[in-house]
């Protein structure tokens, strides 16, 4: 079982060992950009991976990922950046390798001053992917980054069945080595795999095989992608550097989370987690709410005062249903939690709880004494203009 121990926890940055077993674009900072290839990527082909990996997770709205094979972990300072998701699991069986590299899932200075508008955790699991460890067996995406190659055919079944069979993710991103393109490199034997632990390098017709048995079993539908596609339009016909595949679940989860959950143990062993800083609520949900409907009434108040006598003095009666046409509103509660809003904002309301009456000094300046009331004032106003011109 070496191959799959030592395979699953290849480092995608990990330097070269001897280019005599054939040309190594394996990353390693720069990878395929390496001279004795006499190919330059730009950005790196690596970046190029990670790139293809943020813009897919980010596209589908994924909440949670694992990334098996995450090696030294460079890739959590690209996944951090995806504004959807919640939870990270960075697993490989290399427990040592994590140990390692654990401080470098640590939020960065930058991540303190532009916070995340949304909570972001992230664990480091040492385990292998044969395995599905009940804390990650709900996850929604799986991202398997120039993995599968390291692995002997009956892991790379295994792993297979562990990710689409159990896990049964609503996404998965798969790259690996494209052996057509391997001709475009400076090799005396183009045959020779591109590093000395590839078990296998796939042409594109073996790829998807691989990928159509996978829909064919699991019930996947799959989309084919890549990295590093020359410029001369001659060479497209090799395809790309890396060949990747973008896998989604064609139907909806049968069993629950926490259903799911107990068919699986704590197999995996937690070597660290961190917790990236983000813009937290300050405010309750209901003074939120009484902000929101203040400025909604003081809003409409003014509207018709204006329109009314031409001038912003005197009392007003609204119908609160015309509170409830503010998107910022309409969002996150209902009529009722209005009419409770505007009872501890001490508003006047008919006894058919239709009308509110707003008094001549609710248009005192001093209402709207801070910076950050005028913002939310601002927008509540704004939104409101342009939910009414949706409407034309």
């Known amino acids: ?147 599968i190659e390291h692995l002997y055919p009956d892991v790379l079944q295994k792993v297979t069945h562990n990710v689409f069979g159990n896990i049964k993710p609503r996404l998965c991103l798969v790259t690996t080595p494209n052996s057509e393109f391997n001709v475009l490199f400076k090799n005396a034997d183009p045959n020779k795999f591109r590093h000395w632990d590839h078990k296998f390098e796939w042409n594109q017709t073996e790829f998807k095989s691989w990928c159509e048995e996978i829909c064919r079993r699991y019930n996947y539908i799959v ?57 937290k609520e300050t405010c309750s949900l209901n003074e939120r709410i009484d902000l929101e409907v203040k400025y909604c009434v003081q809003y409409l108040a003014s509207s018709l005062r204006k329109e009314n006598s031409g001038n912003d003095e005197g009392p007003v009666a609204l119908q609160i249903s015309r509170i409830l046409n503010f998107p910022n509103i309409k969002s996150f509660c209902d009529e009722d939690a209005v009419r409770e809003s505007l009872h501890r904002c001490e508003y006047q309301i008919s006894d058919d709880q239709l009308i509110v009456y707003v008094p001549e000094e609710e248009n005192d300046e001093n209402d709207v004494n801070t910076e950050e009331d005028q913002c939310v004032a601002h927008q509540v106003c704004q939104d409101y203009e342009m939910h009414l011109e949706s409407w034309d």
């Open 1 to 147: 079982m070496l191959g799959s121990s030592f395979g699953q926890s290849m480092s995608r940055h990990k330097k070269l060992k001897s280019v005599n077993l054939g040309i190594d674009v394996e990353d390693n900072g720069h990878g395929e950009d390496c001279k004795s290839t006499g190919i330059h990527f730009f950005p790196p082909l690596y970046a190029k991976r990670y790139r293809l990996a943020v813009e897919t997770l980010t596209k589908y709205d994924i909440k949670s990922v694992i990334d098996f094979g995450c090696a030294e972990c460079h890739f959590v300072k690209h996944l951090s950046s995806v504004p959807c998701l919640e939870a990270i699991a960075l697993v490989d069986i290399n427990k040592e390798l994590l140990v390692s590299k654990q401080k470098t899932i640590a939020p960065e200075l930058r991540h303190f001053i532009f916070k995340r508008k949304n909570p972001l955790h992230v664990s480091l699991l040492a385990g292998s992917a044969e395995e599905t460890d009940s804390r990650v067996s709900h996850f929604e995406g799986v991202t398997m980054i120039e993995l």
């Open 223 to 279: 989309e084919y992608t890549g990295v590093g596609l020359l410029p001369d339009k001659e060479t497209h016909h090799l395809g790309y550097c890396s060949q990747a595949a973008v896998f989604c679940l064609n139907h909806q989860r049968v069993f629950s989370q926490s259903l799911s959950n107990e068919h699986f143990s704590l197999c995996y062993e937690l070597i660290a987690e961190a917790d990236y800083p983000f813009e």
